[in-house]
């Protein structure tokens, strides 16, 4: 593989639509078998600037039991790529996976993945389909490897020069630049590029426009000069005036009035990171009340997020968007109360099937939710901050305990809501493990007053996944889930399937109904509260079994 990747030497399989028939049809009894050898120069430059050269080859027809032994050979070694078999032949999108990951694997951890003919076979069969991923200048080739090696968890450059490596490729009208959102482990933060919309600045001049019209036209009536003198005046003076000097003269005053109202103004717009929907951000000063300087908060309320703009220009000029992926809500008022003992033994397990909360890293700080909370499993992994209010069985000293979602406090209709049915809807209720609940009040006094938010979970490590099921149905609980804590969906893909959307089971369970044995797999993660998306890939080997429990090397922020 090193010489294929060095020298850009390719060798085909045989394909019918190679060779026209009619050339070579006086050949066809005595050359059995047509290769193409291409040469690319250029050594990675430009995909405009490769010249190609390309030789026929024709070797001489072999005995019967030679050509079989050497098309088992080449067929066992091209099966995968070149095969008429549907089942056996991977997809499109299979093959770019696998072209990006032997690229990866070469030229950033030094092994080769597959030889050199394998490749190759890669390669022409990429070209074939009309891919452009084999088609990419060096360039764009380092930005999909970095894209590739920042979601497996191992970037390969800063964030700095990856801004900076985007940037130069749009310059270049690259198509392979994809627009969106872009991730900054260290910050936190996502960036999306925004855009100056011209249109709502100009707009903002019209009222001005038509202020100075209005004097203009009334002008006879203020000073008592004609404006009709103009239209009077003998042709070309008269055109010339109007539209060189007149109008010329009522912009520039529109344009005084507006900066005399509006100073130092910019609009912006561009797409929500966590939906995509456009939102507008103003920057400015209105009759000297500032907008906020550099920085800006719009409310997007299709993700009901906050969107914190900020006008940071890189070095090309382009104005950039961040967005805080979450932040602890606004504090709300509830009751709680606590079940179990000290020892927590009675939590475990419970309704989101973490199991062994000690094993699995939650411990004791845990929590049941009423329905109204629990939302149908959809809450479970949910990180609160709790505080006890007003009341003498409060401790003073302690501000607020930490605790995460890990079952259902169920309705208990046989009694009043106020009176042992704590838990019974529409109440917004806490059920605290004991130990948990004797951080923040005296266990004694059974029931408190608290005030409550959701925060973002610190989680130690990547997403977990524990699996149960058999072969044909896979069921995945899965744990230790930072950022937002929830899930809103989940999609599982096998080494030999495409995407696969797994249904939600209860709690924090999903299945899917599919035979996955024997295959690597991945999975594609939405967090229910941020609609952030990860994705885990090959986290699970093909020897998986059920019982087991898997980590990634990933985690929502």
Same mark, same amino acid.
């Given at each position: 593989?090193?010489?294929?990747?060095?020298?850009?030497?390719?060798?085909?399989?045989?394909?019918?639509?190679?060779?026209?028939?009619?050339?070579?049809?006086?050949?066809?009894?005595?050359?059995?078998?047509?290769?193409?050898? !291409?040469?690319?120069?250029?050594?990675?430059?430009?995909?405009?600037?490769?010249?190609?050269?390309?030789?026929?080859?024709?070797?001489?027809?072999?005995?019967?039991? %030679?050509?079989?032994?050497?098309?088992?050979?080449?067929?066992?070694?091209?099966? %995968?790529?070149?095969?008429?078999?549907? @089942?056996?032949?991977?997809?499109?999108?299979?093959?770019? %996976?696998?072209?990006?990951?032997?690229?990866?694997?070469? +030229?950033?951890?030094?092994?080769?993945?597959?030889?050199?003919?394998?490749?190759?076979?890669?390669?022409?069969?990429?070209?074939?389909?009309?891919?452009?991923?084999?088609?990419?200048?060096?360039?764009?080739?380092?930005?999909?490897?970095?894209?590739?090696?920042?979601?497996?968890?191992?970037?390969?450059?800063?964030?700095?020069?990856?801004?900076?490596?985007?940037? @130069?490729?749009?310059?270049?009208?690259?198509?392979?630049?994809?627009?969106?959102?872009?991730?900054?482990?260290?910050?936190?933060? =996502?960036?999306?590029?925004?855009?100056?919309?011209?249109? /709502?600045?100009?707009?903002?001049?019209?009222?001005?426009?038509?202020?100075?019209?209005?004097?203009?036209?009334?002008?006879?009536?203020?000073?008592?000069?004609?404006?009709?003198?103009?239209?009077?005046?003998?042709?070309?003076?008269?055109?010339?005036?109007?539209?060189?000097?007149?109008?010329?003269?009522?912009?520039?005053?529109?344009?005084?009035?507006?900066?005399?109202?509006? /100073?130092?103004?910019?609009?912006?717009?561009?797409?929500?990171?966590?939906?995509?929907?456009?939102?507008?951000?103003?920057?400015?000063?209105?009759?000297?009340?500032?907008?906020?300087?550099?920085?800006?908060?719009?409310?997007?309320?299709? &993700?009901?997020?906050?969107?914190?703009?900020? *006008?940071?220009?890189?070095?090309?000029?382009?104005?950039?968007?961040?967005?805080?992926?979450?932040?602890?809500?606004?504090?709300?008022?509830?009751?709680?109360?606590?079940?179990?003992?000290?020892?927590?033994?009675?939590?475990?397990?419970?309704?989101?099937?973490?199991?062994?909360?000690?094993?699995?890293?939650?411990?004791?700080?845990?929590?049941?939710?009423?329905?109204?909370?629990?939302?149908?499993?959809?809450?479970?992994? &949910?990180?609160? !901050?709790?505080?006890?209010?007003?009341?003498?069985?409060?401790?003073?000293?302690?501000?607020?305990?930490?605790?995460?979602?890990?079952?259902?406090?169920?309705?208990?209709?046989?009694?009043?809501?106020?009176?042992?049915?704590?838990?019974?809807?529409?109440?917004?209720?806490?059920?605290?493990?004991?130990?948990?609940? *004797?951080?923040?009040?005296?266990?004694?006094?059974?029931?408190?007053?608290?005030?409550?938010?959701? =925060?973002?979970? !610190?989680?130690?490590?990547?997403?977990?996944?524990?699996?149960?099921?058999?072969?044909?149905?896979?069921?995945?609980?899965? *744990?230790?889930?930072?950022?937002?804590?929830?899930?809103?969906? *989940?999609?599982?893909?096998?080494?030999?399937?495409?995407?696969?959307?797994?249904?939600?089971?209860?709690?924090?369970?999903?299945?899917?109904?599919?035979?996955?044995?024997?295959?690597?797999?991945?999975?594609?993660?939405?967090? +229910?509260?941020?609609?952030?998306?990860?994705?885990?890939?090959?986290?699970?080997?093909?020897?998986?079994?059920?019982?087991?429990?898997?980590?990634?090397?990933?985690?929502?922020?």
């Amino acid at each position: 593989m090193a010489s294929k990747l060095l020298s850009s030497f390719t060798l085909t399989c045989p394909r019918p639509s190679i060779v026209p028939s009619p050339t070579f049809s006086s050949l066809s009894s005595t050359f059995t078998r047509i290769h193409l050898i !291409q040469f690319n120069a250029g050594g990675g430059g430009g995909r405009y600037s490769r010249l190609r050269r390309r030789l026929f080859l024709f070797s001489t027809k072999a005995t019967s039991d %030679q050509q079989s032994q050497e098309d088992g050979v080449i067929d066992s070694k091209i099966l %995968q790529y070149c095969s008429i078999d549907k @089942k056996e032949k991977k997809s499109v999108g299979e093959l770019e %996976q696998d072209f990006l990951q032997a690229l990866q694997a070469f +030229y950033y951890e030094g092994k080769a993945i597959m030889s050199n003919e394998e490749f190759d076979n890669l390669k022409e069969e990429l070209m074939w389909e009309g891919s452009s991923v084999v088609m990419l200048s060096s360039a764009e080739q380092k930005f999909l490897e970095a894209s590739i090696a920042y979601v497996s968890g191992k970037p390969i450059m800063s964030d700095k020069e990856f801004d900076q490596l985007k940037m @130069k490729l749009k310059m270049e009208g690259s198509e392979i630049v994809a627009e969106g959102p872009r991730c900054s482990l260290r910050s936190r933060k =996502v960036y999306s590029d925004l855009t100056v919309d011209y249109l /709502k600045a100009l707009l903002l001049n019209v009222p001005a426009t038509v202020l100075a019209l209005g004097l203009f036209f009334f002008l006879d009536d203020i000073t008592g000069f004609e404006v009709s003198y103009f239209i009077e005046i003998p042709e070309p003076f008269s055109f010339i005036l109007t539209w060189f000097a007149a109008v010329p003269f009522i912009l520039w005053f529109a344009q005084s009035i507006t900066n005399a109202i509006i /100073k130092d103004f910019l609009i912006l717009k561009g797409p929500c990171p966590n939906c995509g929907t456009e939102n507008t951000s103003f920057f400015g000063t209105i009759l000297s009340i500032s907008s906020g300087n550099s920085t800006n908060t719009v409310k997007c309320e299709n &993700a009901f997020t906050l969107i914190a703009s900020a *006008m940071v220009f890189t070095f090309m000029g382009e104005p950039t968007l961040a967005v805080v992926i979450f932040r602890p809500s606004k504090w709300a008022l509830a009751h709680a109360t606590f079940y179990g003992d000290e020892t927590a033994s009675e939590t475990m397990g419970g309704a989101c099937g973490y199991g062994n909360l000690f094993q699995n890293g939650y411990g004791t700080d845990t929590v049941a939710l009423s329905s109204t909370l629990f939302n149908n499993g959809y809450a479970c992994g &949910a990180c609160f !901050q709790i505080k006890c209010y007003q009341s003498s069985a409060c401790y003073r000293n302690v501000a607020f305990t930490t605790v995460t979602a890990t079952n259902l406090c169920p309705p208990n209709w046989s009694k009043p809501s106020d009176n042992g049915g704590w838990c019974n809807p529409p109440r917004v209720h806490f059920d605290m493990a004991k130990p948990a609940f *004797m951080k923040i009040a005296q266990w004694k006094a059974g029931i408190v007053p608290v005030m409550y938010r959701r =925060v973002p979970c !610190q989680r130690k490590g990547g997403v977990r996944f524990s699996f149960q099921g058999n072969g044909y149905w896979l069921l995945v609980y899965v *744990m230790n889930v930072g950022g937002g804590g929830d899930i809103s969906s *989940m999609m599982v893909k096998g080494s030999r399937t495409g995407w696969i959307k797994m249904s939600h089971n209860w709690g924090a369970s999903y299945q899917a109904f599919a035979t996955l044995g024997g295959q690597a797999l991945s999975f594609r993660i939405t967090s +229910y509260t941020t609609k952030e998306t990860i994705i885990a890939w090959n986290v699970v080997p093909s020897n998986w079994n059920v019982g087991l429990t898997y980590s990634a090397r990933t985690n929502f922020h």
